[in-house]
């Protein structure tokens, strides 16, 4: 059973930093791209940040180039999004995602709140 | 990097068919094979439903279908059930070097 479940998420200020985690079981981690989406509260679905199964391509939507930082390790069968400078449009539930350009499974969330 | 454009809302009786479109450009929809629709519950993690246009996943009901002609793609949910009251969300590849892009979202009601 494909399982996705996501870690890291809480109260944070603007401008601070949180690491969001994903630990992925009952696949071959190591053959899908991977994806973080995320979805702000009452708003719909976006895509975050995709990475390639070694690690080599990843893409980000303007909104966070240069803020975020999506990355996995094969070994522990993980994808992380190392988040800076975090602003309150970042709020949002952040999603695991298996999958680059479809996603095929997800986890079930974690929430992100960025205030003061 | 622009939304696909969607209702914000279709309704139906049970037993009805519905269906709910996603417009794109030839840049995305148009262009590509690769348009896949999620169904969200409240509260819940995205499912998807359909892939590479007309695809279902293992498990899906095949009471959900899809179907693209130019930059619109469609899906169908036939027979409608209670249960098939959701938000629901298209998405689409734009190319290499990209990420993809999804669309606006429709809330689907079961009257």
């Known amino acids: 059973e494909v399982q996705l479940v996501e870690s890291g998420g809480g109260l944070v200020q603007p401008g601070g930093s949180l690491r969001l985690s994903c630990a992925a079981s009952g696949f071959t981690f190591t053959n899908d791209w991977m994806s973080w989406v995320r979805q702000a509260p009452g708003k719909g679905l976006e895509w975050v940040a995709n990475i390639k199964p070694d690690g080599s391509e990843k893409y980000y939507v303007d909104s966070v180039k240069g803020r975020f930082t999506i990355s996995r390790d094969n070994a522990k069968n993980s994808l992380y999004l190392q988040m800076n400078s975090l602003r309150a449009d970042d709020t949002a539930v952040y999603y695991c995602?298996?999958?680059?350009?479809?996603?095929?499974?997800w986890g079930q969330g974690t929430l992100v709140t960025v205030s003061s | 990097q622009s939304a696909l454009t969607q209702p914000a809302s279709v309704s139906g009786s049970p037993g009805q068919s519905i269906t709910i479109s996603c417009t794109g450009t030839?840049?995305?929809?148009?262009?590509?094979?690769?348009v896949s629709w999620y169904q969200q519950h409240p509260g819940k993690a995205p499912k998807l439903m359909i892939y590479?246009?007309?695809n279902r996943p293992s498990g899906v009901s095949n009471r959900f279908s899809g179907s693209k002609s130019g930059n619109t793609a469609s899906l169908t949910i036939s027979g409608l059930q209670a249960e098939d009251e959701a938000d629901y969300y298209c998405s689409s590849y734009r190319g290499s070097s990209t990420l993809g892009v999804f669309g606006t979202g429709t809330k689907v009601t079961v009257l």
């Open positions: 995602a298996r999958g680059g350009t479809t996603a095929s499974y």
């Open positions: 590479d246009v007309s």
């Open positions: 030839s840049s995305d929809v148009g262009g590509y094979k690769y």
